[in-house]
Nanobody
């Protein structure tokens, strides 16, 4: 069982930065892509950033050049560095593990079947 616990969320003003972390259990697997997703009430969960087993990243257009994803397999930890935050980035952020090994960095919710409980990010204008 892959257990994932997010942290690092909070409230910031527009233009600020936050760094999210996601720590996995013993079964945090270097062979799986890992992703960050976000969701606001009444909207579908959307992919923000993902990183595969080769550390190749992918990003949603809305966060390119502002957010950066990384992973430290030795620490079983996934990170999301978020810069120049905007009010529209306000959401619950979730980390997730891909259901398959060695798949590329997908941003599709359906490709992930292990999820954390989420951490709230609120950006005020």
């Amino acid at each position: 069982v892959v257990q994932l616990v997010e942290s690092g969320g909070g409230s910031v003003q527009a233009g600020g930065s936050l760094r999210l972390s996601c720590v996995g259990s013993t079964y945090f697997d270097s062979r799986r892509s890992m992703g960050w997703f976000r969701q606001t009430p009444g909207k579908e969960r959307e992919g923000v950033a993902a990183i595969d087993s080769k550390h190749t990243p992918s990003y949603a257009d809305s966060v390119k050049d502002r957010f950066y994803i990384s992973r430290d397999n030795a620490k079983n930890t996934l990170y999301l560095e978020m810069n120049n935050l905007k009010p529209e980035d306000t959401a619950m952020y979730y980390c997730a593990a891909d259901s398959f090994f060695y798949r590329g960095p997908s941003l599709r919710v359906i490709d992930f079947d292990h999820w954390g409980q989420g951490t709230q990010v609120t950006v005020s204008s």
